[in-house]
């Protein structure tokens, strides 16, 4: 069974950082590639980033250059590390694991966290 718990949510204002952490397990880690997705109130889910088991990563257009996802295998954790936000970017983020092309956009998550929610507003 893989776990995936979502933490690092808040209010910030436009321009700002977050950073979000997606604990789970150094198996999940070596196994599958790990994402983000997002969710906007009457939108629907859509892709952010993913990381490869062996390291690739892949973001969206609408957040490339501003965010940056990254693993620690230590702390068996995926980061999510958002700066310039914007009001776009206000959305419940979720972390999900699975079958994945490293460093392309081909990912298949099977398995989904509880979202945190990131509100983005002056």
């Known amino acids: 069974q893989v776990q995936l718990v979502e933490s690092g949510g808040g209010l910030v204002q436009p321009g700002g950082s977050l950073r979000l952490s997606c604990a789970t397990s150094?198996?999940?880690?070596?196994?599958?590639?790990v994402g983000w997705f997002r969710q906007a109130p009457g939108k629907e889910r859509e892709f952010v980033a993913v990381i490869s088991e062996i390291g690739g990563t892949f973001y969206a257009n609408s957040v490339k250059g501003r965010f940056s996802i990254a693993r620690d295998i230590a702390q068996t954790t995926v980061s999510l590390q958002m700066n310039s936000l914007i009001l776009d970017d206000t959305a419940v983020y979720f972390c999900a694991a699975g079958a994945g092309k490293s460093g392309t956009g081909w990912f298949k998550p099977r398995w989904w966290g509880q979202g945190t929610q990131v509100t983005v507003s002056s």
């Open positions: 150094e198996r999940t880690l070596r196994t599958y590639s």
